[in-house]
Structure formats: C-alpha cells, structure tokens
C-alpha cells in the first residue's frame, strides 16, 4: 500500500480557518478536513518568536483531545507571526493599523516563523519553519490601495504574499514561499509520510 492509500485511512483534521491553508493542503494532495476550536491565543512578551509559535501550534492541537480518542485522527495546528527588528507583529485591529504595520514592513526585510503541531493519540511533530521577506519601500497610495481592496485584517503583518501587495512589493524571499503564506506545506508533508510509514 503506498502513502496515498494509506492517507485515506486517516481522519485529517485542519485545525484551521485559514483558506491560504487549506489551499496549500489541498495543492499539497492532503485529503483533511476543516474544524476550528476557539483557543487562547495569549503568550508573555518575553518569549523568543521560535517559542511563540510552538507554543501557539500546541495550545491549539490541546483543544482536540476527544477527537484524539480516536485512532484515526490527525489533528494539524499551525501558527503564524511576523517579526520585524525583534518585535512581533501581529493581526492589524483596523485600516489604520494595517496601514502602520505595512509602512513599517516597507522598504525593509521581516521573518516570517510558523509554528506547526502533527498531534496523533500515539505520537507528535512539532516544529517550526523560518522565512526572510524583503519589500521594496512602498508608497502610501499604495499601501492604502491595497488596505482597501483586499482587507487584510486576518493576516498577521497585515498583508498576504499571494495577494496584490505581494506581487507588486515584495523583492526577495529567502525560504519557503508557502511558509508565509501560512503553512510550510513541505515539511507537513514530509512529517506526515514519515509518521504513516511509521504506522505512527
């Protein structure tokens, strides 16, 4: 039986409300599905971004234990945060926000950390993935262009690659291009095929 066979065996679960992750799952050929469990997002200032996002991805995957009874059941729980000169940045409250954020992002190089947990009732994964992005100094008609017509309140640093302000802003990208998007995909996959192979 080969990996994809054995996929099939087991109940996915995306603990996510993403569509940017569940688009890389689909694109990845991960079959899952979606279930979303309010969680505490909170986490002390002192804590370095690497902590932050394993931490994050954990307390997620911990709001799962019923469905981990189940020995089917994969649950996978991500994080994502963006950090600029050591301060996070994270979901903006409204426009006004945003546009500060992307005024602070512009003409500058950030990291982008995703934190990821593949919890089974036998066994975890957990780690994270880091990236470097470089926008080119943007103007403000610009950034509130881009404020406006995609609204970017759910996406930490207040922007998405794989929208306008991406393709028009954005001039390098050290790592992995799915990463800030929201999911390291590649290693979800590796981790994945690694487990099942394993029978967990």
Same mark, same amino acid.
């Given at each position: 039986m080969n990996?994809?066979?054995?996929?099939?065996?087991?109940?996915?679960?995306?603990?996510?409300? =993403?569509?940017?992750?569940? +688009?890389?799952?689909?694109?990845?050929? @991960?079959p899952f599905r979606t279930m979303v469990r309010p969680t505490?997002?909170?986490?002390?200032?002192?804590m370095p971004p690497t902590d932050v996002?394993?931490?994050?991805?954990?307390?997620?995957?911990?709001?799962?234990?019923?469905?981990?009874?189940?020995p089917e059941a994969i649950i996978i729980t991500a994080?994502?945060?963006?950090?600029?000169d050591g301060r996070i940045i994270n979901k903006p409250g409204g426009a006004e926000e945003?546009?500060?954020m992307l005024s602070t992002l =512009?003409?500058?190089?950030? +990291?982008?950390?995703?934190?990821?947990? @593949?919890?089974?009732?036998?066994?975890?994964r957990v780690f994270y993935y880091h990236s470097l992005v470089t926008f080119r100094a943007l103007k403000e008609e610009e950034i509130r262009y881009y404020i406006k017509?995609?609204?970017?309140?759910?996406?930490?640093?207040?922007?998405?690659?794989?929208e306008w302000i991406g393709y028009i802003g954005i001039t390098s990208i050290e790592g992995s291009y799915p990463n800030v998007m929201?999911?390291?995909?590649?290693?979800?996959?590796?981790y994945l095929n690694e487990m099942i192979s394993n029978e967990i």
């Open positions: 990996f994809f066979d054995r996929l099939k065996q087991y109940d996915i679960i995306l603990a996510s409300q =993403s569509p940017r992750r569940r +688009e890389l799952m689909e694109a990845a050929g @991960i505490d997002e909170a986490f002390t200032n002192d996002v394993i931490h994050l991805c954990r307390k997620k995957a911990n709001c799962f234990r019923d469905e981990l009874k189940r994080d994502t945060i963006v950090v600029h945003a546009f500060a =512009s003409g500058s190089t950030h +990291e982008v950390y995703t934190g990821v947990c @593949i919890r089974h009732q036998e066994n975890e017509h995609y609204q970017p309140f759910d996406k930490a640093g207040a922007y998405g690659i794989q929201g999911m390291p995909v590649h290693k979800v996959y590796e």
